[in-house]
């Protein structure tokens, strides 16, 4: 990697919010960050803007802009700016490749209704190989969730039945740059022969959460010997994934989930509990791909 947070900008106060959220994570890295614009973003722009010319001013204008604020609050840090062209979504992955990560805004919708992740970025969580960051705009100011969400935990919700390591590596990394504690989460549900008849057996489910328990420990205890002094505290509980991970992401600083690579053009690409998670955590989400 080229030690760079990438952040996609399109004139909005979801862009601004992403770029702010994007210059904290690079200096906690100590990454440079890259500013990016795919012409062709915006599905409504927020200026009338008609001529190929009037365009390529107006986002050039939009990366100055927010590349001389981020200096401002942000005077060491390393931008870079940058116009990219043709199809948003395949642009902005191509951009983010050789990038720790790939940061995009998303649209509050209200505290029932949660957030959207508009068209372009959900295609490009599809397109892009590397982790993508979806960051709130609280205000119409463009601001992210407060400061104080930095001090939060990450949590981070894994599948022990599925290849976890790219989301352990980013979460584990991630808690290490920040010096916070780590969450992990495995919601998991009984068969539903032991909901009919409990008392055949009652210490059944008991012995299936030992062993759940036990194979969430070995899944991470290669991550505990390489971050020996970080704070872990692994749930494994009965319960709906999606909701255990929102609940415990209520206060953090960062929720991490994945999605599985699929190959195919047809079929769901985003599973159920990270298109919840993405759709209603406050904390900004990570989206991690993995086969």
């Not at 062209?85 to 983010?96: E, I």
């Not at 050789?98 to 209704?113: C, E, H, P, T, Y």
């Not at 949590?155 to 969450?183: M, N, T, W, Y």
């Amino acid at each position: 990697m080229a030690n760079r947070v990438t952040v996609g900008l399109d004139g909005s106060p979801e862009g601004a919010a992403a770029a702010r959220w994007a210059a904290h994570e690079a200096e906690v890295r100590g990454a440079s960050l890259d500013l990016v614009h795919a012409e062709e973003w915006l599905e409504n722009p927020p200026l009338p803007v008609t001529t190929t010319e009037e365009r390529r001013q107006w986002a050039a204008a939009v990366l100055r802009d927010t590349a001389d604020e981020t200096r401002r609050v942000h005077p060491s840090l390393k931008i870079d700016t940058r116009l990219v062209r043709g199809l948003p979504s395949l642009a902005l992955a191509r951009a983010a490749e050789d990038s720790d990560m790939l940061v995009l805004g998303s649209r509050a919708l209200g505290s029932i209704r949660g957030f959207l992740v508009g068209s372009t970025g959900a295609a490009t969580l599809i397109e892009a190989v590397r982790p993508i960051v979806l960051v709130r705009s609280v205000d119409h100011a463009g601001n992210p969730p407060d400061n104080t969400r930095d001090r939060g935990p990450i949590v981070v919700g894994v599948d022990i039945h599925q290849p976890s390591d790219k989301l352990l590596a980013f979460a584990f990394e991630e808690a290490s740059h920040r010096h916070c504690p780590l969450v992990i989460i495995h919601g998991w549900s009984p068969p539903p022969i032991l909901s009919y008849a409990p008392a055949l057996d009652p210490g059944v489910q008991q012995e299936m959460a030992h062993g759940i328990t036990t194979t969430l420990d070995e899944m991470i205890s290669p991550w505990h010997e390489r971050y020996p002094s970080l704070q872990v505290d692994s749930r494994a509980s009965i319960g709906q994934p999606a909701i255990q991970i929102l609940d415990a992401a209520s206060t953090a600083a960062l929720v991490v989930v994945g999605r599985r690579v699929r190959h195919s053009a047809f079929g769901t690409h985003i599973g159920p509990i990270t298109h919840a998670v993405m759709h209603h955590a406050v904390a900004p989400v990570a989206v991690i791909a993995h086969e």
